[in-house]
Each structure stands twice: as C-alpha cells, then as structure tokens.
C-alpha cells in the first residue's frame, strides 16, 4: 500500500500536460494543482477538452507530454495509484448490464484491494449513503440513467479515495437528484477529499465548486476562486473566452 500525501502537498498536479486526439491538440501545455477538500470545477464548451482531462488524471489515458502527480508521485511510474486512491466516475457509468447492483459494488471493492469485513463495511457504508438498498438486487441494465449515476457514484467513492474525479456528473439528474449529488461533493470535500467536476453548467460551479477552471480548445485560460465570482461574473469570463477563442480573455 502506498503512503498517503502529507497534508501539505497537492494531491493532484499537472504540469504541461498535453494530449493529441483525432491528429489534433485536444490538451495544450496543462497545469493544475488541487490540494485536499478544494473542489474544483473544470468548465468549458463542447470539445474544451475536459473529458480528455479528466481521463488523464483517471489514468484511462496516457498524455502525450508533460507529467501528472498524485499523492506527489509520477502516475507514469506508480499506475497502481489511481487503484488505491482515485475514485472516478465518467459521463457514462461503466456498468455491466448483467451484474447487479451489488455484484458492482463486491466487484469495485476487490478491484481496489478491499476484502472481508473492510469491504463489507465500506459497502454498508456507501449503501446507507446513497440509498441505494432498493437497487441492490436489480440489474445495472435495468437502472434508469439516473440510477447507474448514482450506482457509478458509489463504486467511484466505495474505497473512499483522495481524489474523486467526476466527469459531467449533473447530467442526467432530476433536480432532487441534483440536490443530493451537490450535498455529497460537500460533505466529500469537507472530509478532506479532493474533488474536480468537469461541467459546462455555470449553476453547478456556483452550487458546489471553490474553485474554477476554465478551459478552451484545450488550453487553461482561467483558474481562480468561486467566491469572487458571482453568476454574472462568472458568465461573461466564459462567454469572454468561448467568443473569444479564448486571445482576449486568457
Ligand atoms: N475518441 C476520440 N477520437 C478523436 N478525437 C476525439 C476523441 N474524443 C475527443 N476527441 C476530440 O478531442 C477534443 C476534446 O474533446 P473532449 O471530449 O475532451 O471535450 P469536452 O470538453 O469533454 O467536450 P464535451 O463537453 O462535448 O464532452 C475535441 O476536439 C474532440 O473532437
């Protein structure tokens, strides 16, 4: 098992990370720090480059250039790290239609090293949270949209991770949904975990996010506390930069 990070340091850094997608620059030259219990709101337009991000930090894909560290150490060398301590939940949840909601959480515990009674805590754990007892014995091809995200939520935070990755996590949910998703990120953060949400929703940054990124055609263009800005302020940086192409506003 590795080391935890002292509470000093950054769980998550970027430095000029790039990555190509399609024979183009999806992600340019990317830097990024988040320390524990920030929450951090990655916004952009359609093909910004959030999801290639985001999957970056998942460790899902590998960047082209430059390095990303988690817990301080290089993810090239110590893959393993996303295992132990990165919970990350995509904007489609990876389910297996024919597994249950149970058979998800027992299959997501072992593959982050959980067995015997630590597991069956953290799944009594994550149950209770979530709510998620109705759902247990269904089909994960069965859930509603609404229910694989929050099923895809509880296995991304089962072994409770430093650093929880959400990719678009509003979509999809209704607004009592969208509620209970913002009290949890939260209560996340309050514990300590840090956390980065990729959205283009404005609303969402505002609710839950301390702080703000905002990317275009892939490259960082701002990055700043939520606190100072208010909606308006908020909407026309974004708009700045998207109209802009990002030359004026950066
Ligand atoms: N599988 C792929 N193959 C080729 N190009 C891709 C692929 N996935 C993404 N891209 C390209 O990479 C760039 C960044 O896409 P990405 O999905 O990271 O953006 P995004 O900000 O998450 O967009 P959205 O909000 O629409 O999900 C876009 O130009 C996109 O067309």
Redesign the pocket.
């Known amino acids: 098992m590795i080391a935890p990070t002292p509470d000093s340091s950054p769980v998550l850094q970027l430095e000029h990370v790039s990555r190509r ?2 024979g ?1 620059p ?2 340019r030259e990317l830097d990024l720090s988040l320390a524990g219990g920030q929450v951090l709101g990655l916004l ?12 970056m930090i998942a460790g899902a894909l590998r960047p082209d250039g430059g390095t990303i560290r988690l817990d301080s150490r290089d993810f090239a060398e110590y893959p393993e790290l996303a295992r132990q301590r990165l919970g990350w939940l995509p ?1 489609r949840a990876p389910l297996w239609p024919e597994l249950t909601s149970s058979e998800h959480l027992d299959a997501h515990g072992r593959l982050r090293g959980l067995r015997g009674t630590a597991l069956r805590q953290a799944r009594e754990r994550i149950i209770e949270r979530l709510e998620l007892q109705p759902l247990l014995r269904r089909l994960a091809g069965a859930l509603s949209q609404g229910q694989r995200q929050r099923l895809g939520l509880a296995c991304a935070l089962l072994h409770e991770p430093a650093l929880l990755v959400l ?2 996590p509003g979509n999809a949910l209704d607004p009592v949904q969208t509620a209970t998703l913002r009290t949890l990120i939260r209560e996340q953060a309050a514990a300590g975990t840090a956390v980065i949400l ?1 959205t ?1 929703l404005l609303a969402e940054v505002i609710a839950v996010c301390s702080r703000v990124a905002i ?1 275009h055609e ?1 490259v960082l263009h701002h990055d700043g506390p939520v606190a100072a800005d208010d909606h308006a302020t908020l909407e026309r940086r974004f708009f700045d930069i998207a109209m802009a192409g990002g030359a004026q506003a950066a």
Request: hydrophobic share 25%.
């Open positions: 997608r399609g183009r999806a992600v952009g337009v359609n093909g910004a480059g959030k999801s290639t991000t985001l999957s904007e990719d678009e990729s283009h990317l892939g």
